[in-house]
């Protein structure tokens, strides 16, 4: 009798031990399968800061510099991302959405290659006063955040 209650609870203990290490091994595996498919926001002072792969697929943030749009060749345009301390220029090849527009809050997805974002992807405001919220958060920390007037 007493050999059964030490098997049943030997038993117990494996169970416990196997599923703690099925658990830990599956939260590894989602880890590891999402760290490419993570696009972090970055600042164009952060970009310029850090040392990045062209490889490397991240976002940019900021407003759209007044007067830095240049429309090229088909479907080529360039500008300039700014966070009012520093400026990337960006140069994407597709359609813009219809909102974008200089002196407005913009993300764009891609890489940095010799010195220029090369985009892939456009996001622009959705209504009159919209800006991301990372551009905000990064705005209000240089202290040249100014809120939008609400008509």
Same mark, same amino acid.
């Given at each position: 009798m007493k050999g059964l209650k030490n098997l049943k609870?030997?038993?117990r203990v494996q169970i416990i031990v196997v599923a703690a290490v !099925? %658990? !830990?091994l599956s939260t590894a595996m989602i880890g590891y399968a999402m760290k490419d498919g993570i696009?972090?926001?970055r600042t /164009? @002072?952060?970009v310029l800061a850090q040392n990045i792969a062209p490889s490397e697929m991240f976002r940019i943030g900021g407003l759209v510099e007044k007067g830095s749009l240049v429309r090229g060749q088909g479907q080529t345009i360039s500008f300039r991302v700014t966070d009012t301390k520093s400026t990337l220029p960006v140069q994407y090849t597709g359609v813009l959405p219809d909102l974008f527009? *200089?002196?407005t809050g913009v993300v764009a997805t891609g890489?940095?290659?010799n010195g220029t974002f090369q985009a892939t992807e456009i996001l622009a405001k959705h209504d009159a006063n919209y800006m /991301?919220? *990372?551009v905000i958060? @990064? %705005?209000k920390k240089q202290g040249v955040y100014v809120a939008p007037s609400s008509s």
């Open positions: 609870k030997t038993r !099925a %658990l !830990a696009n972090y926001f /164009p @002072s952060q527009s *200089e002196g890489r940095w290659v /991301p919220k *990372e958060d @990064s %705005l």
